[in-house]
């Protein structure tokens, strides 16, 4: 889980930068999304490395 209050820039920072672009905005939810499948991918692959014959009811 992310930790969103880990950030220690302070308000005035915050408060002048002008916002992210539209590209910049669109890399940072690729690679979020890129590693979060990879993540899936994963947690998938070691479930079925744990019981190779599927679910059993």
Known sequence: ???NYSNT???K???TVPPM???QHAEIMRK???Q???IEDAREQR???R???GERA
Do not use: F, H, V, W
Request: no cysteine; aromatic share 4%; hydrophobic share 35%.
């Open 13 to 15: 920072d915050l408060m």
């Open 21 to 23: 672009t539209a590209a």
């Open 47 to 49: 479930q079925s490395e």
């Open 36 to 38: 979060r499948r990879k």
């Open 1 to 3: 889980m992310i930790n």
């Open 9 to 11: 820039a302070q308000l």
């Open 32 to 34: 979020r999304n890129e």
């Open 51 to 53: 019981d190779p014959y």
